[in-house]
Every structure is written in C-alpha cells, then in structure tokens.
C-alpha cells in the first residue's frame, strides 16, 4: 500500500508541486527490489485481490526511478508476471531503464523480446512490451521493431514502424515505406506519426502518402 501511494504522488506530481515523499526513493526502491528478488505473492498471503499484486506495486513504485543496474529484477519481474496490471507496469519500468542504459541488458531484451514475438500473449501484451522500446536509439531496439513490423497484426506493425520512423529513418526507411504502403486505410489511429516522420524526413519535404 505504501508502494502504491508512493505511485501515485509520483504521477500526480507531473501537474506540478512535486511529489511529496520524493525524498524517500531510495527507501522505495530499496523495498521494491527486495520484493521482486522474491516470487510473486499469491493473492491469499497479501490480502489483495489479485495475484502478484505485490510485483506490480514495486514495478510501479519504480516505474519513474528504475536504473540500469534494475534490468535484471524488471526482466524476472516481466517473465514470471501473471496479470495485465503486473505486465504493463514491468514494461513501463523496462522503459526508463532501458532509456537511461548506455548498454542494454540482454536478459532484459530477451525478455520483452520473448512476449512481443510470442504466440501465446495477445496482441495488448505483445504491443506494450514492444513501447518500452520508445524512446531506445541503439541499434538492438532497431533489429527488435524490425522483427515486429514483419508481423501480420498492424497494432504491432504500427508501434514498430514508429520505432523505427523516430529513430531509425535513416537506416530502415525502406522497409517502414514498404509496410505502409501495404496498409488499409482504416489501420490504427497511431499509423499517422509514421506519415508524418516519413514526411518530415523527405529532402524535397514533399508530402508522403503511403501510395508512391
């Protein structure tokens, strides 16, 4: 419960005045690995209602705060999740420590990289873990979405294009141009971002359609 307000200040301090127990991160996250060095607890030991709750309240407690040196508790955390709340808060917290890494843990890739190539997670699933790689520049994140887009759901090809179109154009320009054009019209509501970075990163900036 502790963890869970933490979270919460934490997101609502992001409209401003702050979060009023900043000053005990690293408490927070002192508590939040040692809980997810151990199994997630089932439902009857922890009073919640849902199985592995413990989990998803030290991943969101970290959520803002995890570190590199955190990828390895985030990987386990992600592999063992058992919930949709429990998965997407490890894969928020595989973002930020993905994005303040300057190598990438493998154990961590090859974790969120099991579940977005997976056949047995639905799409939901397969999609977030595919987010964490966002805002991720190296050229690993490049190779991942790249796997996605060759996908037959356009909810994944469209998150893998937008990887690819904010930080890999440069190199995968082709193959996003290919897919798009390969698109219906009615494909998920994000495919815009990936016309407009086409259209941005054109030389001429001639408008893109997706039909050239």
Do not use: C
């Not at 890494?101 to 047995?120: F, K, P, W, Y």
């Not at 930080?167 to 994000?190: C, D, I």
């Amino acid at each position: 419960m502790a963890l869970d307000h933490f979270h919460h200040a934490d997101a609502v301090s992001r409209h401003g005045g702050g979060n009023p127990f900043a000053h005990h991160v690293a408490e927070v996250l002192d508590r939040a690995r040692e809980i997810l060095s151990a199994p997630p607890a089932p439902s009857s030991e922890t009073g919640a209602e849902k199985d592995g709750a413990d989990h998803a309240s030290a991943l969101l407690a970290m959520l803002n705060h995890a570190r590199p040196e955190d990828s390895g508790l985030i990987a386990s955390a992600l592999r063992q999740a058992t919930t949709p709340d429990a998965l997407e808060a490890a894969t928020m917290a595989a973002a930020t420590a993905l994005d303040r890494s300057t190598v990438l843990d493998e154990e961590l890739i090859s974790a969120l990289r099991d579940i977005i190539s997976g056949e047995s997670v639905g799409i939901w699933e397969r999609v977030e873990a595919l987010k964490a790689f966002n805002n991720v520049k190296s050229p690993r994140a490049a190779d991942i979405a790249a796997q996605a887009l060759e996908s037959d759901d356009h909810d994944l090809q469209v998150h893998a294009a937008i990887i690819l179109a904010t930080h890999h154009l440069s190199t995968h320009r082709a193959v996003v141009e290919q897919v798009v054009e390969s698109w219906p019209e009615n494909v998920p509501y994000p495919a815009a971002a990936v016309l407009d970075a086409l259209h941005a990163d054109r030389p001429d900036h001639t408008r893109w359609s997706g039909n050239e």
